[in-house]
């Protein structure tokens, strides 16, 4: 089945890690296809990947004909497709937590720190890496916040996110935690956070979807 599918991905990006994340979970090695954010202008705007993804963005998941792009909308995908092992709990609350986590980090934090959000804000006004480093500060800084408070008072928090087990949360967590370090912030600030970090990082889906670990890392 591996053989399959397709994943149009870059290192670098935390989309694409959490696609990577939830393939390796589901036991899946596609055809891994690299789109470079940034050679020759950003090879996501060519004609080709345009074709494939309007919204010229990653990553894109081909399988069955059909191409998937939004990185949960590609989790959920696989989870229907692959049920074993769940990448949601069984539970009508359960899974409403583990969305609303993964949201938090999907819709709240990484729109606004995203590679084009940067570009424009260099193009448009003028502002340098650090200021951008800043802006990413900022966004993650909040959602952090709020997270650690979510997790940290929970019951319902275990080794991982939600439970004992790997959810879509987690998924969305780990490569937003890996993006706060590429800007030099301290995780320790956010102890819950960062248990589950280290938790997620010893188990080998989340180790072999790391961004150094990745063919095209540079």
């Known amino acids: 089945m591996s053989?399959?599918?397709?994943?149009?991905?870059?290192?670098r990006?935390?989309?694409?890690?959490?696609?990577?994340?939830?393939?390796?979970l589901k036991g899946i090695k596609p055809e891994l296809r690299f789109v470079h954010?940034?050679?020759?202008?950003?090879?996501?705007?060519?004609?080709?990947?345009?074709?494939?993804?309007?919204?010229?963005?990653?990553p894109a998941l081909v399988h069955g004909g059909h191409t998937i792009t939004q990185s949960l909308a590609i989790i959920e995908y696989l989870n229907e497709i692959v049920p074993e092992p769940p990448l949601l709990p069984p539970d009508a609350y359960g899974r409403a937590r583990c969305?609303?986590?993964?949201?938090?980090?999907?819709?709240?934090?990484?729109?606004?720190?995203?590679?084009?959000?940067?570009q424009y804000m260099k193009r448009a006004?003028?502002?340098t890496d650090e200021d951008v480093f800043d802006w990413h500060r900022h966004w993650?800084?909040?959602?952090?916040?709020?997270?650690?408070?979510?997790?940290?008072?929970?019951?319902?928090?275990g080794k991982f996110c939600h439970g004992d087990l790997p959810t879509i949360a987690d998924i969305c967590l780990i490569p937003q935690v890996a993006n706060a370090r590429r800007v030099q912030l301290e995780?320790?600030?956010?102890?819950?956070?960062?248990?589950?970090?280290?938790?997620?990082?010893?188990?080998?889906?989340f180790a072999a979807a790391l961004p150094k670990n990745q063919p095209d890392a540079e």
């Open 13 to 24: 990006s935390s989309a694409a890690f959490r696609a990577r994340i939830a393939l390796n």
């Open 187 to 205: 995780i320790a600030a956010w102890p819950a956070i960062a248990r589950i970090e280290a938790h997620a990082l010893a188990h080998p889906a």
């Open 99 to 118: 969305r609303e986590l993964a949201y938090v980090v999907a819709c709240d934090i990484h729109p606004v720190n995203n590679l084009r959000i940067g």
């Open 125 to 127: 006004f003028g502002k």
């Open 3 to 11: 053989s399959e599918f397709a994943l149009y991905g870059y290192f």
């Open 37 to 58: 954010l940034l050679r020759n202008g950003g090879e996501q705007h060519a004609p080709d990947y345009k074709a494939l993804n309007p919204q010229e963005l990653i």
């Open 140 to 157: 993650i800084r909040l959602g952090f916040d709020a997270l650690e408070k979510m997790l940290a008072s929970s019951l319902h928090t």
